[in-house]
Structures are given as structure tokens and as C-alpha cells.
DNA sequence: AGAGGACATGTGCCTAGGGACATGTGAAGA
DNA sequence: TCTTCACATGTCCCTAGGCACATGTCCTCT
């Protein structure tokens, strides 16, 4: 249940609506957690039932303004500072490794050029944030120092990937017998 | 829908019983994609049922041995070579460290300290086990080939994490406001 | 005046996944 | 003989998440 605190976190900063909060977890946040809107508004009614935010302000366009509450900080505190940290590297690329034997050399190889390319530039992409950042374009109150320090994790994960994937294609050529190999042949 | 693919994947090796499969997902797959033996056996059931595998054999205390099936490798061949990989990093430590900044600089340091304690950890017991398959412990067959790729790439990853846990606790330290604060302090 | 687009919030359905509960077998050792 | 443990397979329920569908508003530009 880590979007609840996702967001709590979020409201931690100042108030915001749940089409705000949908922005956020459509560019910086998403690409870490994905969230769709109906799931937002889902869990910020529960939120609100359950006394962690409240509405600050009703606006134009029957826009609602979530406020956190004291009981939700104690929350989110509660969660960063005790929850076990959950560790699995669930990602499909690493999953996909473990049958690469299955692929052809040729398919193996463009798989992990195309791979090393998209990496490599996502890994960019979040560099020139960073030096945008580091630049001072966005401030430096405490919650983009954070936000500085996320983003660095992910160029770090995303480098190590691009420079995964060119090792992968480096590395000695698998595939002496291929079973089933017959069929796709 | 990759705990499927993940199974076929596995039965391309050889034929193997929902047991087996379960303890692959608990032990090396497990990391990078967690599955409990309910959610396996009923997948089995569908993957059965849609003419993917087939069962090989029956043994004692009831085991039930599924084999690929034709259309299986097709399947699985397709998989790899034409959907397209979702290339999201949703890593709960990533989407705590945007939250940083609500943390004290004790709390802080604590936490990236032990994280860069665990990942660390979890690299080093990754690269030996790469050594074993290095020095060919596990023999030379594809599927081992691939895995010990798989490896390498958790092996980055860990060690990119506990470079940036280290690199964090570095970074000039968040906080001089923290709205709220006195809800802890 | 009308059209298009960004703003804004929701419902409903289906699948995936986690965890508790339930049951039974075969082998090895005390 | 009895106990214990690894082997082995499943059901059930609840929550999380993805996606399609539905609705309405305000502003800007033509």
C-alpha cells in the first residue's frame, strides 16, 4: 500500500488536489510508482475517512484541496522511519534475462542494443534534471533536496543498466543447442 | 501477466512440478519476481488449460509434472522478442527517498546507513554466487548462461544502490525547515 | 458564437497478488 | 511405532492496480 503514503508524503509538502497529485505521479513520481487518477481519488476519500488528510478548499471546477493532517505527518513518519523497506528489484528486464537463451543471437542482440539505448538516454534525460536542479532552477527547500536525491538513484540505476546491457552484449554468445529451436526455425 | 511468462520460461528447461517451480520463485527469481505456490499452481491450471504445457507425469504424494508444449515456446519466444518492456524502476526505496526530507538527519542517517549496509550485502552474496558460475560450478548449459547475465545485472544494481545510500548520506544534509516538525520533536 | 483543450472528479470491472487456511503423503530417525 | 519434516497441491478472501467509461467546467482562440 505504498501509494497511500506516496501521497501522504505529496500532502506533506503543502495542500493539493487529487488532479495535482495525478501530475505528479505522471512524471517525476511515475516513473518510480505508476498511478491512474481513479486509483488517486480512490485512496484519497479513504485518507480522509480515516482522518490522515482533510479538505482545505473547494475551487472552480469542483476542484478539492486535500490539507494532511497531524495524525497523517505522525503517519508518514511512522512509515519512513519503521516500516520495513521492501527490497525486491521487480523489473521485467531482469526477469526477461533469465531467457535470453530462448532468443535468437541475432533477436538477443538488437533486444539488448534497443535496451542499452533506452537506458542510456533515460539516464540522460534524468542527468539534465539533476544539473537543472543542481543549478538552483527549482529552489532548494527541503523536498526538492529530496527530490535531487531520487533522482540520482535512478540516473545511478539507470547507468548501471545501460552499462549492463552492453556488457550482456559483450559477453560470450550462449546458445550452443537451443531445445525447440525447430519450431521458430 | 509475467508470472506467466516466467513459468513458461522455466519449462522451457525441462518439464517440472508446481513444487520445483515455487522454489525457483523463492529462491533466485524470487528477487526479481516474487510468487506464492497459490498463484502458481492456479496459473499452471490456466496455462494447462490453454494448451501452453501439459502434464508430464504423475508421481508420488500427488506431484504433478507440467512440460512445455509447442505453442508454449511460440508463446514465449513472441513474449521476449515482441511486447514491449515496461521499463519502470518501482522500488519502494526510490519512492521513500522523495520523502527524505520528513525524516530527522538521525533518522536519516540510520536508514541510509543500513541501506547501504543491506545492498552491499546483497551484491557481495550475488557476486560470489557469479564466481560459482564463473568457475563453473553449475556447468555451461544455456539457460545457466543466462542466469549468470540475470546475475550481473542484480549485481549492478545492488551495488549502484549502495554507492547512492553512501553518496546520500554525503549530500549536504536536508532540513533546515521542517513544516510540521514539532509533531515529533 | 462555437470548438477545442486543459482542468477536474468520479464509477465500474476485471485481473494480479499476498496471505491465511486446509489437506494429504512418503521417508527418516528416535 | 510414532513423530517430525520435507514434499506436494490446492481453496478462499481481500486488497491493489490497470483500464475503459462517464461527466462536467472554464478558458482561449478562431
Redesign the pocket.
Known sequence: ????HGLLGLLAEGPA???????HFQTALGTV???????I??????LAEDGLIEVESL???????YRITGSGLVEIRRWLAEEPVDH?L?QEPLLRAFFFWLMTPEQLDAHLRQEAAFFSAAAEQLRSFAAAKDRGEFGSAPPTQSVRIAIEAGIRLYGALAEWAEWARDAPPVLPERPGAEIID
Chains 1, 2 share one sequence.
Open positions: 500500500m505504498s501509494l497511500r488536489s487529487g488532479y495535482d497529485l495525478t501530475q510508482w505508476p498511478a491512474q487518477h481513479p486509483k481519488y480512490a485512496e484519497l476519500t479513504r475551487g472552480p471546477r469542483g476542484r478539492k484541496a525486491t521487480r
